[in-house]
């Protein structure tokens, strides 16, 4: 079994919070994470109609057969257990009673907030980072490998094939299950907006186009994009919020969190394919950035990732905020350092002098002649933190 790097954050959650939330993605682990953490406890799963059905029946009933504890998997599909939670967790405060599982992050933090507010803690469980399966000694010292098979953790685990595993991933929890949370009776359009937002991937987002090539108004747009972001597809990454000048752009650019999913999506499946791809740098940017969200997610730390641009053109792709100031990163696929790469460092440091500044490409790691500025291998990701 692949050891997860959140497991000692879930278990300090635990000793704090009388439960545990843990979101992310479907087939990320959830399941298999709180089976470890909670082994001597019993194992629910909404998901299944019948358990529905016995819940909906009586809940009191229900939860006084768990008063010792138990974990709750897919609890979104039962959004009137969080009440009675609140009360059975009213009347015996001790820690790390149950944990609750789900992957929809809105209903989720919707219901955590109303009735679990100072009882649960929350985590957000993303697939296999690349320091994980490096430390697994199951990844390989190829990025085209790693970006086309992506993280899903039952790829790795059962050596399966990664093109038709995603394409299954896809019909099943993307084209059915996330378009039935807001029933979405328009699939072929709703299909057609998921594959250009993997076209749009590392680009800043503009709703206008999108809402024009899809066909559908941009509050549909935004329904949309709400809904594959809380369903853990993709993510918005927002533009740096301390004004370096009043000329920044302020729309968000979009990500995926795996790139497993957006290669094929993009209909990619070979890594000869992936190289001579239009979106090759792109698809290295993306994944450069879902690792250091995931490595922040392990950690138990959200948000403080921003990038940033100006209607010159001045570029940073990826600021990360830190107590002792932000440090800016530029991401190019290149495989040999090039002074010219450091462009938008430079300029950043305009503004920012004593920030640091990395390089992340695909070479080797190494120093510059410029202060607090260096050259960093993707293999050496994990050390940004």
């Keep these: 079994m692949i050891s997860r790097a959140i ?98 992050n809105f209903l989720l933090q919707e219901q955590v907030s109303q009735s679990l507010a100072g009882r649960a803690g929350y985590l957000t469980l993303l697939p296999f980072s690349y320091q994980e399966l490096k430390d697994a000694k199951l990844s390989v010292s190829d990025i085209w490998s790693n970006m086309l098979k992506g993280g899903y953790p039952e790829i790795w685990t059962e050596q399966l094939n990664p093109q038709k595993w995603l394409k299954s991933y896809i019909q099943t929890y993307i084209q059915r299950d996330v378009r039935q949370l807001k ?62 000048n009043k000329r920044i752009v302020k729309s968000p650019k979009i990500y995926f969190y795996d790139t497993g999913l957006l290669c094929t999506l993009l209909n990619i499946s070979s890594k000869t394919g992936l190289k001579n791809h239009p979106m090759s740098g792109a698809i290295f940017e993306n994944w450069c950035i879902s690792e250091v969200k995931k490595n922040k997610c392990n950690d138990g730390e959200t948000g403080n990732l921003f990038y940033f641009r100006d209607n010159l053109g001045n570029e940073i792709d990826l600021i990360l905020e830190k107590e002792t100031g932000p440090i800016a990163i530029e991401i190019k696929s290149a495989t040999k350092p090039d002074r010219n790469q ?36 993707w293999e050496e990701l994990d050390s940004i933190r």
Excluded at 213 to 230: A, F, R
């Design 183 to 244: 029933n979405i009776s328009n699939l072929a359009l709703f299909n057609r907006f998921v594959f250009l937002c993997a076209n749009y991937a590392g680009q800043i987002l503009n709703r206008d186009e999108l809402s024009r090539q899809v066909g559908v108004d941009t509050k549909t747009i935004q329904s949309w994009l709400g809904l594959l972001e809380n369903s853990y597809i993709l993510f918005q990454l927002q533009p740096w919020h301390n004004n370096l």
């Design 7 to 104: 497991f000692d954050e879930a278990k300090f959650a635990l000793a704090q919070f009388r439960a545990l939330c843990i979101t992310g993605p479907r087939q990320s682990g959830k399941t298999t994470l709180s089976k470890l953490l909670f082994s001597g406890k019993p194992y629910v799963n909404f998901e299944d109609p019948i358990i529905q059905y016995l819940f909906q029946k009586d809940p009191r009933k229900f939860l006084n057969t768990y008063k010792a504890g138990a974990i709750f998997d897919e609890v979104q599909r039962v959004p009137e257990i969080f009440r009675h939670l609140q009360v059975l967790m009213d009347k015996n405060t001790s820690r790390g009673q149950f944990i609750l599982t789900g992957s929809n």
């Design 342 to 377: 450091i462009k938008g460092l430079k300029f950043w440091k305009k503004y920012q002098a004593d920030s640091n500044g990395l390089l992340l490409y695909q070479g080797k790691s190494a120093t510059t002649e410029d202060v607090n500025i260096q050259f960093l291998s």
